[in-house]
């Protein structure tokens, strides 16, 4: 749904209208290689302004005790984004507000955004980091409309078809990362070789660790399991790993092989590449175990006065338990292939979810994230 916004503000057709949180027009803030600017897509989501704005509240007090400074570009309509900010003094003195008169709302098509790419929140939000003014954009929008208009605004790197999305997980060993959950429903063997390429890049900025393992997921770990799309992926795979076992140790690549969906949590690899179809369908059914799981416990722990007596002894237990699994802690998807950054929060998070989004933006904005990628993807020219 596509939302026209009157407003007393008299817009330049030829320009963005840039304004500080009191209202006046101001100059944006410079791009400098320390301090990080973020375009944040305010309207996005199912709660908007209310969840978007706290989140960055929360991301700025994280990020001052990381001693990490930022900015932020705040996109949508300005008197909804002035009305949350009178709440959130740090927000207010980093933020710099773009008043947007079409608002893209959460249930948008990808048709109807695009039609409105240069004058909504969403792509306005885009065009920002695309022209400059921001290092990476976040927004809760609609999926589909989101990859759409990011792949025409920041464009895709060469020989990447459409961006892929990955999600962290937690797992015996950390964490890692599984990708694609939902962009590419259908996987040629070249595109999941994409995947491995792209998900070993995000294991380093994001995992920190200096040669990740990668993992293709299958309903075997045997040789002989798998469709052809699967067997010809790994062949490609065991091609590139095989390469790379020549070079310098921090340019190999490693290729575990097959992975089952249990070694997800065992923590086998640190990345596990599936189809965009069955990696979605995971991904909500992992999420649905989770809910499921803590109100499992809800309601033994409620059951009975001695349960509530028992849970009370186990509370610091529980709450160690949900500080790893809590999904809002793993929240904050960064769209991958793009020649610029640009990080998917999921619709419906919180608050806290939200800034985790803000945090995994500036942790990409610090890195070589895409052309690290881009020089990755030449190995698929030099195996075939």
């Not at 929360?58 to 990020?63: D, G, N, S, V």
């Not at 790994?234 to 076992?245: E, R, S």
Request: hydrophobic share 45%; net charge neutral; charged share 20%.
């Amino acid at each position: 749904m596509i939302k026209e916004r009157t407003s007393a503000l008299k817009q330049d057709a030829n320009r963005r209208s840039y304004y500080s949180a009191g209202g006046d027009v101001v100059q944006l803030p410079e791009n400098s290689e320390i301090e990080k600017c973020i375009a944040v897509d305010v309207m996005g989501g199912d709660f908007g302004p209310a969840v978007t704005i706290k989140g960055i509240d929360i991301a700025i007090k994280q990020l001052k005790k990381d001693c990490i400074p930022a900015r932020f570009i705040l996109f949508g309509d300005m008197f909804a984004i002035n009305n949350e900010l009178s709440k959130y003094s740090s927000v207010r003195e980093l933020s710099t507000i773009v008043h947007t008169n079409v608002i893209v709302t959460n249930c948008v098509n990808p048709l109807e955004a695009l039609r409105h790419k240069d004058d909504s929140n969403l792509g306005m939000a885009l065009n920002s980091v695309a022209c400059g003014e921001a290092h990476a954009v976040v927004s809760a929008a609609n999926t589909g409309a989101y990859i759409t208009l990011a792949k025409i605004i920041l464009g895709t790197l060469p020989g990447i078809d459409r961006p892929a999305i990955p999600a962290l997980m937690p797992n015996k060993q950390g964490k890692c990362i599984v990708l694609d959950l939902g962009a590419n429903l259908e996987c040629s063997p070249s595109r999941l070789v994409q995947f491995a390429l792209m998900g070993e890049v995000l294991a380093k900025a994001l995992l920190k660790k200096c040669n990740p393992t990668v993992g293709l997921l299958n309903v075997g770990s045997e040789e002989m399991k798998g469709n052809a799309v699967v067997q010809e992926t790994g062949h490609i795979l065991h091609q590139i790993d095989t390469k790379t076992n020549k070079m310098d140790e921090i340019d190999r690549f490693v290729f575990h092989g097959f992975v089952e969906g249990n070694d997800i949590f065992d923590g086998v690899t640190d990345v596990i590449v599936i189809d965009g179809f069955s990696g979605n369908i995971a991904l909500k059914a992992i999420e649905g175990s989770i809910l499921f799981l803590f109100d499992l416990i809800k309601n033994a722990a409620n059951a009975s006065l001695w349960s509530k007596m028992v849970s009370l002894l186990m509370l610091p237990l529980l709450k160690s338990v949900k500080n790893t699994i809590d999904p809002r802690l793993y929240n904050g998807a960064v769209l991958l292939g793009l020649k610029k950054i640009a990080v998917k929060s999921h619709g419906g998070a919180d608050a806290f979810g939200f800034a985790q989004s803000i945090c995994v933006a500036i942790n990409m904005a610090q890195s070589n994230f895409a052309s690290d990628i881009e020089k990755r993807l030449q190995l698929i020219a030099e195996v075939q």
